[in-house]
Every structure is written in structure tokens, then in C-alpha cells.
């Protein structure tokens, strides 16, 4: 539609395209520039060409937290892809008080990471809820929190569990699009359960589960509160636990923070985030050929 | 009328007869399930919803529970249990004492109020020039809202904290506002609900001289409710939850907002499990209240392909 001034449009869109010049592209070249200077907080810095680069190669911290990064990619999103399904699955029906499940089932999405990590906390502690079971139960108690194994595959639980209702609602929204047709075809044909789910329900929802996948790779590499709150600012005993997100947040910080390590540490996290991603979407389209 | 864009008839329809429609449909629906489920199916789905929610559910009430448990009461005891036995509101007194709870509450309003505001007018200004209306450089401006959402956050935070402190606006709440006040995301989602929209309404408009910013406020604008609802709720709930980029920008314990308060409490007083369970619920109760709320508009506005990938 035509506007009565030439420069209208632009005016409905400085708003949004100066905050996200000034906070979004102009910050990304920049964490590029400083990545080659040995910038800190307080100082701007002088071109050391790779430097930085070098050091992180030769760093063992950065392997730890690449390591742990990785790991919670693949611990994690298998899980955020099938879980929610089924989940949405269970919440498609029509059935009384559905709109109450399907509500109470996001409250871990709507609470702050914070909340759900100190809750997870308590209830993972030496003496906590979960302890007190398993030790009535007969198995003992388990250091959920203070092996670093353990702790990383409960911060991971903690993720799935905070993120199921967000992945259920984009599904639920996909399932809705799958006719019904197709099921009561199948039912007709004699197929059980398990077999419609895998005949109708998962190649109609095929599209809906690479999007997941690379949603929640693309937000499992890049973790950050739950490790930070459950194992400590410094990523637990020895640094084990620490993630890519908290190396960046710990060098750059602060007022002797160094600024072009960190921003190494950056591009390198941006780098690998847009490659898992492609890599999530290549495997899709190598799949439909 | 040759300068108008692409139609969506797909997209238009739903819209158009979905208030008077859906929700007959949706009894009849509701009714065709009910009598198809045989008795014991319906059993078993209602046990698995059962055991979901107090999977989802119970740990929030479990740490409510902990936070009214008195000093005479031992929170560790075995059996455990959720109701408590001293119940007392003097923790919530207590984690006032020890951090000054409300004014992070406040300082957490105000970013999230914030946000709210700048979110959807910008988001809804920005996405009604992409979708409505046509001018060199459209396409290039949508390129870098789409190139600004393909950037992490995480990746260029250090850059953002370096910007902040150029501009002396680290350590305030405008500083934890800024980045986010208006999200790619949001650009992106309002354009796609104003392409939905029949253009009938705005051509009439149009032809009585509407100018664009009449058409923007009195006849667009209105249709899109659903959508700006949703851009509303996640703009809160980001602002509210968002933990990471405060840790960073603030320094000062007064500016501090809820999260990062919880995180201090939680550090300085990791023993008294009562307090932290008190300042988490705090923290999480507006929210859960506020989306109870909004949860039925909430569910149709996210149904209605806001969030469709």
C-alpha cells in the first residue's frame, strides 16, 4: 500500500532497526574486531593478529567447556525432540480439563531458570527431597551435586525438564495439522498405537521435530544458568563443569576483564552455533531426498 | 490497486470466522472425543496427565511447602512432608531482612514493564512497514532483522557490556533494557500476522484518505491482538527471567534485579533453605499468576501460527 510521504516506512521502522543495529549487528563486528586485540574493560587494545586464537587452542579450560557444550547438545536434544511429543500427544485431545494440564504443564517455562535451578537445587541437595526418597527406597544417596559427572547430567535434566512445555505447544500446533483421517485410515488398516505413531504422527510432524532439534541444539550449546547456578560461578570443582557460555562470561566481565579473549571465546561459540544449526537442517534435507 | 503485495487466502480465512465459529466446533469436537475414548483409555490418559503434573508441577510445590516450614520445623525429616506442620509466613519477613526482596521486585517491573512497551510498539511499527507497505529497501531491511535474530546473544554480550560502559549506562536498569527492547523475533512475528490481514478493510480506509499511520492505528493494529498478546507475554517473561545479561550489566546491589538477588541470597545464605525457597517464590508467583491469567488468549495466539515454525 502507498504512503502518503516517501520516507513514511522508514519512519515505522527506525525504531527497530536502530536498536538492533546498536545492540545486535553493530555489537557482532565488533566482538569480530576485538577478537585480534588484546583489549580489556578499561583499555581499548592493540592488534595482536590470532593471538588470542592461539591461547584458546592451547587453553585446557576451552577444551573442558567445548567438551561440556557438546555433551549437552547430545544429551539433551534427543530428548527435547521426542519427549514434547509425546507430551503434546497426550494433551491433544479434547478431553475435560485438558486446557488446565496444558497449562500447568508450561508453568517451567514461564518460571525464571533461576527459580527452576535453586528449586532443583534443593531438591537434588545431599539432604534433599530426592535423597530422602532414593535412601528409603534402599539405593542410598547419590551425590547428585557434588560428582561433576552427576551434576552435569542433572543440570541436563533440569533443561529437558524446563523445556518440554515450550516444545509440547510448538507441537501441539503442528499436530493440529495432521488429519484425522489419516489415523482412523490406519486404525481401519489394524495398526496398534505404536505403529500409527510411526506411520502418520512422526512423518507429518517430521518438519516440526528438525525445527526442535535445531532449536534446542542451537540453546543447549549455549547453556549457561543452569550449570552456573547448580555447580557454582566458577563451574564446579576444578572448573570440570564449566560451559563455553560461562568461559566468555568469566573472561569478559568484570573490571579486569579481558575483552579480546573473551571475544575470541565469541566467535568461536557463534561460529559453532551456526554449525550445528546448518548441520540439524543438512540431515533433514539428506533424509526427505 | 496494482501497488498492493502478495495475497494470503490460506491465512485469511481462519482468522475471519474463527470468533463466531470456533468454539461450537470445538464443543462438537469435544463431544465426538468423549464418546469415542473407550472408558479405560480415558482412565489412562487422565493417569498420565496426573503423573505429568506432579512431575511439572510438584517440585513448585515443594519448594512452596519449604517456604512456609517454621524454624521449629526440620525441613530434612524423613517421611518427608508437603504440608506443613508450622506453617508461617516469617520467612518471607526474613528474606526481606537479609536482601531488600521488593525493591528487586520493583527494579524487575520496571525492565519487564519496559520491555513490554518498547517490544510491541516498536515490534508492531516495524512489522506493519515490512508487511503493508511497499518502498525501495524492504527487502534489506527485512534481511537485518533477520541477520540480527540469527546472532546469538551470547556471543556478542561481552561487545554489549563494552558498549554499555562507553555509554555509561552500565549498572542501570536502562542498560538491562536496551538490548532486547525491541526483538528481531517480534519484527519478524508481527510482520507475518499483518500479511495475514485482508486488505478490503485498508483499501476502504485508503480510498477515504486514510493516511498510513490511520490505517496503522485504527484498522490494523486491532486485528492483530492476538499476536501483540503474545509478543506482550514472552517480552514480560523475558525481561522477568532473564538472568545472564543482568549478571553482567549490574554491579551495584541496589540496582540488582530479582534473579540476580536470588542468585546473591542464594549464595551468601546457601544454609537457609527456607529463605531461598521464600525469595524463589517471590520471584516465580506474579508470573505464574499473570500467565493463569493470560493462558487461554496466550494458548489461541500461539495456535494461531504465531509460534509455528
Redo the contacts between chains.
Keep these: 500500500m502507498r504512503t502518503h510521504l516517501p520516507f513514511g516506512p522508514w519512519l515505522f521502522l527506525a525504531p527497530g532497526l536502530l536498536i538492533v543495529a546498536a545492540f545486535s549487528l553493530y555489537p557482532f563486528l565488533s566482538t569480530v574486531a576485538h577478537s585480534f586485540t588484546d583489549a580489556r574493560t578499561l583499555t581499548a587494545g592493540q592488534f595482536v593478529g590470532g593471538a588470542n586464537y592461539r591461547e584458546l587452542i592451547h587453553d585446557p579450560m576451552f577444551w573442558t567447556g567445548l567438551r561440556n557444550s557438546l555433551l549437552y547438545v547430545l544429551g539433551v536434544v534427543p530428548l527435547l525432540v521426542l519427549l514434547p511429543l509425546l507430551l503434546a500427544m497426550l494433551v491433544q485431545r479434547q478431553i475435560p480439563g485438558i486446557t488446565f494440564f496444558r497449562a500447568a504443564f508450561y508453568t517451567p517455562v514461564v518460571a525464571s531458570v533461576v527459580v527452576v535451578g535453586l528449586i532443583w537445587v534443593w531438591l537434588l541437595d545431599d539432604r534433599g527431597l530426592i535423597n530422602a526418597l532414593l535412601e528409603a527406597l534402599g539405593f542410598g544417596r547419590v551425590g547428585f551435586l557434588s560428582d561433576p559427572w552427576l551434576l552435569l547430567l542433572s543440570a541436563m535434566a533440569v533443561t529437558v525438564w524446563k523445556g518440554l512445555g515450550y516444545y509440547m505447544i510448538i507441537y501441539l500446533a503442528a499436530l493440529a495439522n495432521v488429519p484425522r483421517e489419516l489415523h482412523e485410515a490406519c486404525a481401519v488398516d489394524g495398526a496398534g498405537a505404536v505403529r500409527r505413531f510411526l506411520t502418520v504422527t512422526v512423518p507429518a510432524v517430521r518438519s516440526t521435530m528438525v525445527l526442535v532439534a535445531a532449536l534446542s541444539s542451537v540453546s543447549a550449546f549455549k547453556v549457561f544458568s543452569e550449570v552456573y547456578l547448580m555447580a557454582g560461578p566458577t563451574g564446579g570443582p576444578g572448573g570440570e563443569d564449566t560451559t563455553l557460555v560461562m568461559l566468555v562470561q568469566q573472561a569478559g566481565t568484570g573490571l579486569s576483564g579481558r575483552v579480546g579473549y573473551a571475544s575470541a571465546l565469541s566467535v568461536v561459540v557463534f561460529v559453532l552455533t551456526l554449525g550445528l544449526m546448518l548441520l540439524v537442517l543438512r540431515a533433514n534435507r539428506k533424509e526427505e531426498r | 490497486m496494482s501497488?498492493?503485495?502478495r495475497r494470503e487466502p490460506e491465512r485469511r480465512e481462519p482468522e475471519r470466522r474463527e470468533p463466531e465459529r470456533r468454539e461450537p466446533e470445538?464443543r462438537a469436537?469435544?463431544e465426538r472425543?468423549?464418546r469415542r475414548?473407550p472408558r479405560w483409555q480415558?482412565l489412562l490418559?487422565?493417569l498420565?496427565?496426573l503423573a505429568?503434573?506432579a512431575?511439572?508441577?510438584g517440585?513448585?510445590l515443594?519448594?512452596l511447602s519449604?517456604s512456609l516450614k517454621g524454624a521449629g520445623e526440620d525441613i530434612?525429616r524423613?517421611?518427608?512432608s508437603l504440608i506443613p506442620h508450622d506453617a508461617t509466613l516469617g520467612n518471607y519477613a526474613g528474606v526481606a531482612k537479609i536482601i531488600p526482596v521488593w525493591d528487586f521486585a520493583l527494579n524487575s517491573l520496571k525492565v519487564a514493564v519496559a520491555n513490554v512497551l518498547?517490544n510491541c510498539?516498536?515490534?508492531a511499527?516495524?512489522g506493519?512497514?515490512?508487511a503493508?507497505?511497499?518502498?525501495k529497501g524492504?527487502k534489506t531491511?527485512l534481511v537485518?532483522?533477520i541477520?540480527?535474530m540469527?546472532?546469538?546473544v551470547?556471543?556478542?554480550?561481552?561487545?554489549?557490556?563494552?558498549?554499555m560502559?562507553e555509554l555509561q549506562l552500565n549498572n542501570t536498569l536502562l542498560g538491562v533494557v536496551?538490548?532486547?527492547?525491541?526483538g528481531?523475533m517480534n519484527?519478524l512475528l508481527m510482520r507475518n500476522a499483518f500479511a495475514g490481514l485482508p486488505?478490503e478493510v485498508?483499501?476502504a480506509a485508503?480510498v477515504d484518505g486514510a493516511?498510513?499511520w490511520q490505517?496503522?492505528v485504527r484498522i490494523a493494529l486491532p486485528s492483530v491482538r492476538g499476536t501483540l498478546a503474545v509478543v506482550a507475554i514472552f517480552a514480560f517473561?523475558g525481561a522477568?527471567?532473564?538472568?545472564?545479561w543482568p549478571?553482567?550489566v549490574l554491579s551495584d546491589q541496589s540496582k540488582f534485579t530479582?534473579?540476580i538477588g536470588?542468585?546473591f541470597l542464594?549464595g551468601t545464605f546457601a544454609d537457609n533453605?527456607r529463605l531461598?525457597?521464600a525469595?524463589?517464590v517471590i520471584?516465580?508467583l506474579p508470573?505464574?499468576v499473570l500467565?493463569?491469567c493470560l493462558?487461554?488468549s496466550f494458548?489461541r495466539g500461539?495456535?494461531e501460527?504465531a509460534?509455528?515454525?
Design positions: 501497488t498492493l503485495g470445538r469436537g469435544r472425543a468423549e475414548i480415558l490418559r487422565y498420565l496427565l505429568v503434573l512431575l511439572t508441577v517440585p513448585f515443594w519448594q519449604t530434612y524423613y517421611p518427608p518498547t510498539a516498536g515490534a511499527l516495524a506493519y512497514a515490512l503493508r507497505m511497499r518502498f524492504r531491511a537485518v532483522f541477520m540480527a540469527l546472532v546469538p551470547e556471543s556478542i554480550m561481552i561487545a554489549q557490556f563494552v558498549t560502559r536496551l538490548p532486547g527492547c525491541i528481531a519484527v486488505y485498508e483499501e485508503y493516511n498510513a490505517r496503522f517473561m522477568w527471567d532473564d538472568f545472564l549478571l553482567i530479582l534473579t536470588l542468585n542464594h533453605q531461598v525457597a525469595g524463589t520471584a516465580v508470573l505464574i500467565f493463569a493462558q487461554r494458548f500461539v495456535g501460527g509460534v509455528k515454525g
